[in-house]
């Protein structure tokens, strides 16, 4: 069953990855719209009514996009359409529409407070707070004084209604799915509900009123916007920290804040929308870096179908072996996956400010447009990276590790390596290398100087290997393959990095190692 569904999860990877994060997440913010504007021309959902949705809706993505629109002007950045639609979707849901102008105006100021944090509350290009966050809570909490009580909004999470239940947690499993955050969802979800049915408990205890969990556990779940909060805003790639076990402390913070709302001096209090915020503080700590600049110094085909590219870093560089960063390629109409992509780092840390991506070349006759912006770049180019996150790292101690790579996923493995031989730590390592044929075996010298047990399956048989390499005489590597080639298997540690699909096919015999560590990519 484990590896069932470790197999059906991969596919679903697999599906989900023709698609950028973030065209994903405003597509699911729009088919959740969708949903809930039929809902509400049906009546099913009374309010807000179609005409408060629509014309919320367009108040709001007109501000936003506007003032996106000049800031990035005025910075020189490219205008992304895709970052203003969705700020003004998650709006949509947080605050209560309306058609009347109170109303319009302050949606009007939620948009454009949280379209200016972006570029204001920012740290080095990265922003700090989640805009529609900032957005909302400054609307709420000006709305509490006397003199802003004109305001026609305020932080509402309509959105937490029953009949919207299911709609959030399809999209919202797409969109975790996609950025391998449903633990750390999972775990904001446990620690919100759990903390609103102890505060139900005790406000029941204080006014004397009979309590029962049956009644305290849907209402947590059904209607509250914890689902919404967790999936679309705590999930935000660039206001969380870059390791799991940091991403799991913000997550437990925000759960304990949104499921037991702390009153400020009787005039608001730090309910769904401030949670966040200060979970995204805590973020801030653990992630305090901000953008990188790298200048493309030269490129260099590793195989015949995978290049490498080669920067200098301007600025501090932070990395652990293993992890990825996201680089951002602006260009003139981008495609559905939008300019930016996840790229594995190819060199250690030891070689800083020297740093190495390596990617596919894919589809030649149908390229993205990320892709055709990424080949026409020059030598001295510069690009900008977000950061660097994941937890695609190897264990601390001695404990012996099966690495198994698919052609272009051999590159987190060859940073590994490398540093280790930096560093001149020794470890039991076994390689298993899959590629389509042996000229696509790529840094097979970098990882042939490291002196690391290897396996490689190709069709063809790769002439003169290193004397610790062996061949899987042609043989297709499937999960009783692999435990054949690795009968200790279940003494190590596997880590593994390749197309979904293949991690799929070996799960049977990954399941039984004694831990496993997936790096999926479905291509650029």
Known sequence: ?????????????????????????????????????????????????????????????????????????????????????????????????????????????????????????????????????FGAA??????????????????????????????????????????????????????AVATSVVRQAVQAAQFDIAFDVWTALPFAVLQSPFLFLGAFMLSEPLTLPPRRRQQIVVAVVVGLLAGWPISIAGLFTLGQERALLIGNLVAFAFALRGSVRLVLERRRFVTPTAQELTFRAKGRVRFLPGQYLELDVPHRRPDARGTRREFSIVSAPADLPTLRIAYKNGDQKHPSSYKRALAAAEPGATFAVTGTWGDFILPRGEQPVLMVAAGIGVTPFVSQLRQLQATGQQRDVVLVYVASDASELAFRDELAATGVRTVVFTRD????????????????????????????????????????????????????????????????
């Open 1 to 133: 069953m484990k590896s069932s569904f470790a197999a059906a999860r991969q596919r679903v990877l697999a599906v989900l990855g023709s698609l950028s994060m973030y065209r994903l997440v405003l597509f699911a913010l729009i088919a959740l719209a969708v949903i809930a504007l039929v809902l509400s021309l049906l009546g099913v959902i009374v309010s807000p009514t179609p005409l408060e949705l629509l014309a919320s809706f367009v108040v709001l993505a007109a501000v936003i996009s506007a003032v996106d629109a000049a800031a990035q002007r005025i910075l020189r950045l490219p205008w992304r359409i895709e970052s203003s639609l969705v700020t003004a979707l998650i709006l949509l849901f947080v605050l209560r529409p309306g058609v009347e102008p109170a109303a319009l105006l302050g949606l009007a100021i939620a948009g454009a407070v949280a379209s200016v944090s972006k570029y204001l509350i920012a740290w080095r290009g990265r922003h700090i707070f989640n805009p529609a966050a």
């Open 138 to 191: 400054v609307v709420s909490i000006l709305g509490a004084f006397g003199a802003f009580d004109w305001l026609g909004t305020s932080s509402s999470w309509w959105v937490g209604t029953p009949v919207l239940t299911i709609p959030v947690v399809i999209l919202g499993l797409a969109v975790l799915w996609r950025t391998e955050k449903v633990r750390v969802v999972a775990v904001f979800l446990l620690v």
């Open 461 to 524: 048989d790769p002439a003169e290997l290193p004397a610790h390499w062996t061949w899987g005489q042609g043989a297709r590597l499937d999960a009783e393959t692999l435990e054949r080639s690795v009968p200790d298997l279940a003494d190590r540690h596997a880590f593994i990095s390749g197309p979904p699909r293949l991690i799929a096919d070996l799960a049977p015999a990954l399941q039984k190692a004694r831990t496993l560590t997936t790096d999926a990519f479905a291509g650029y």
